[in-house]
């Protein structure tokens, strides 16, 4: 059973961080890249990272470069998206997205809220 959970969301004042996990089950995770997506409600969903399946190159969107990193671990079959000095505008839903060729898999999302 192919299964992508997210976890580490929650409540964060502005300026301060949180570290998403993906783990992955029930597929060859090495073999795929890993994205993260962020919605807001009623928006479009938004590409905020990728990763590809060896680490060797990764692209943030241009609102998170400099205070977010995605990584990946090959071994504990997990990705992480760290973010750091969070803005209100970060709020959204994160999402975590497996992709191979024409295959993917997405995560249930985890909410993040930067609120002071």
């Known amino acids: 059973q192919v299964q992508l959970v997210e976890s580490g969301g929650g409540l964060v004042q502005p300026g301060g961080s949180l570290r998403l996990s993906c783990a992955a089950s029930?597929?060859?995770?090495?073999?795929?890249?890993m994205k993260w997506y962020r919605q807001v409600s009623g928006k479009e969903r938004e590409l905020v990272a990728t990763?590809?399946?060896?680490?060797?190159?990764?692209n943030y969107a241009d609102s998170v470069k400099g205070r977010f990193t995605i990584s990946r671990d090959n071994v504990k079959n997990t990705a992480y998206l760290q973010m750091n000095s969070l803005k209100p505008e970060d709020t959204a839903v994160y999402y975590c997205?497996?992709?191979?060729?024409?295959?993917?898999?997405w995560g249930q999302g985890t909410q993040v809220t930067v609120s002071s």
């Open positions: 997205n497996a992709v191979l060729y024409r295959s993917g898999y």
């Open positions: 029930g597929f060859t995770f090495s073999a795929y890249g």
């Open positions: 990763i590809t399946s060896t680490g060797s190159m990764i």
